[in-house]
Nanobody, 119 residues
Framework: EVQLVESGGGLVQAGGSLRLSCAAS????????IGWFRQAPGKEREGVVC????????YGGDAVTGRFTISSDNAKNTVYLQMNSLKPEDTAVYYC????????????WGQGTQVTVSS
């Protein structure tokens, strides 16, 4: 059974930084992708950025280019989301999810971590 545990969320002022972690267990060889998603109050969940565990390629992230960086430490089964220059509109619950690839329709979800950016 795949389990994903996010951590690192919190309250930060605009312009600040946070690093989210996604600790994964139970992944199978077919689980090549870990993605970060977010859901702001009153909005639908949206994809932020995704990484292939096999080759480290990243996908998506156009909306956060230059501010957010996804990386993976396969030895620790952990994926990180470094978020810099945070804006109030980045406030959301951030979820990590695993899938067979970054364009997958089916994902295994973590429980989410709250990120709040104050102005």
């Amino acid at each position: 059974e795949v389990q994903l545990v996010e951590s690192g969320g919190g309250l930060v002022q605009a312009g600040g930084s946070l690093r989210l972690s996604c600790a994964a267990s139970g992944l199978t060889p077919d689980d090549d992708a870990i993605g970060w998603f977010r859901q702001a109050p009153g909005k639908e969940r949206e994809g932020v950025v995704c990484i292939s565990l096999r080759d480290g390629r990243t996908y998506g992230g156009d909306a956060v280019t230059g501010r957010f960086t996804i990386s993976s430490d396969n030895a620790k089964n952990t994926v990180y989301l470094q978020m810099n220059s945070l804006k109030p509109e980045d406030t959301a619950v951030y979820y990590c999810a695993s899938g067979t690839h970054c364009s997958a329709y089916v994902w295994n979800w973590g429980q989410g971590t709250q990120v709040t950016v104050s102005s």
